[in-house]
């Protein structure tokens, strides 16, 4: 099937979403392209077999044509993603580059060092045996990722409002719903969950933090396995505090943060006073393993309301469930807000029902989790 697409002037015109497709392989691009296609507002002005020639296209584009979105194959010839990936951020300033990746150890790593060479995220290729990049799964988030992504970027490019204009305060922050009258507790873990997006979210988040939380915290990302030891060494390298995949049966201890394996759920026990991490291979749940909601569950078993949670960029809605429980035990639940989520699905849904004292973009919630677990309010 050959696939045809409007001219870049057409769709400039339509304010769609403008996306390049770097891939060596004319079959993935076509794929890719009618996995795309499926929302009207994303077309295809772009195609390239290699990096050498994506930077090349992008250098001869007038700024208004370039692409919203590349999205970059990493393993190619003549030249690849990687070296690539630099080039094009120079041709293409404020282009928003998002890496496809093989779901491999290889992969892997590959898809890390893209991300802190200034990738905003990656998308993992299904293997064949998943039903390869025609899942329809697949599509729905590398969709997602495509339009969210280029919304911020165009976000950022508008000029921020005069000075006149703004309100002398903030509009105040809607009252945090709660079903237990009471003082709060001081929390004995910070609890995280995130999805598409949140590998950017979780950076910033950890690189906000001025110093280590006085508690254990613990993060559910959507990922395959294999990419989260890497996720993990990913926010170590940060500094900000210690980051490894959570191991079964290990202590948690304070400032330090235990990220789920991928295809494992990370559950939270208590013995003696003590926490511990739990994994297990439960079925999946909201589609996902790991997933936010039984890590929830498992930590107000634990320690019933002492749990601060932050609910981050991600599609559908796992975690609702899990901060509703926690919330009714007298923890506390913060949101990313709308603005700064590449999908506004999984924090939007907790917002929408009410469960959260705090909407704000990662950085400000870093501040916010730290404060609270220092002072409990």
């Not at 295809?44 to 208004?64: F, H, N, W």
């Not at 201890?253 to 439960?282: C, I, M, S, T, W």
């Amino acid at each position: 099937m050959t696939l045809t697409f409007p001219a870049p002037q057409a769709q400039a015109a339509a304010g769609g979403v403008r996306v390049m497709l770097c891939d060596d392989s004319a079959v993935a691009r076509g794929v890719l392209g009618r996995l795309l296609a499926k929302d009207p507002a994303i077309q295809v002005t772009a195609q390239a077999g290699d990096g050498k020639r994506a930077v090349e296209m992008l250098s001869a584009m007038p700024p208004a044509e370039r692409p919203d979105v590349v999205l970059l194959d990493l393993e190619m010839p003549v030249m690849d993603g990687l070296t690539a990936l630099p080039l094009i951020l120079k041709a293409a300033p404020g282009t928003q580059v998002i890496v496809a990746s093989a779901l491999s150890q290889k992969g892997a790593a590959a898809t890390m060092a893209a991300l802190r060479a200034g990738a905003v995220d990656y998308i993992p290729k299904p293997a064949a045996a998943q039903g390869g990049i025609s899942d329809p799964r697949f599509g729905e988030e590398l969709r997602a990722k495509v339009a969210g992504f280029a919304r911020m970027r165009r976000a950022r490019s508008q000029p921020a409002p005069a000075v006149a204009k703004r309100p002398a305060m903030p509009a105040p922050r809607p009252p945090m719903a709660r079903s237990v009258v009471g003082p709060l507790q001081k929390p004995k873990v910070i609890a995280i969950g995130s999805s598409t997006g949140g590998p950017q979210a979780l950076a910033l988040l950890v690189g906000a933090l001025t110093r280590p939380p006085p508690v254990p915290v613990v993060v559910v990302q959507h990922m395959p396995a294999g990419f989260t030891t890497l996720l993990a060494d990913h926010l170590n390298r940060l500094g900000r505090l210690p980051c490894a995949e959570a191991k079964d049966g290990e202590p948690l201890k304070p400032g330090r943060l235990y990220l789920a394996p991928g295809d494992r759920h990370l559950l939270v026990k208590e013995h003696g006073g003590a926490l511990f991490a739990q994994l297990n291979d439960g079925p999946p749940e909201n589609f996902c393993r790991p997933a936010v909601d039984p890590m929830l569950r498992s930590l107000v078993a634990a320690v019933g309301g002492r749990v601060l949670a932050a609910i981050l960029t991600g599609m559908g809605h796992d975690g609702l469930e899990g901060c509703r429980a926690l919330l009714k035990a007298g923890g506390q639940v913060m949101a990313q807000d709308e603005a700064s989520s590449v999908v506004w699905g999984m924090p939007g849904a907790v917002a929408r029902a009410g469960l959260a004292g705090f909407l704000a973009p990662p950085d400000e919630i870093a501040g916010r989790l730290l404060a609270a677990a220092e002072g409990g309010a």
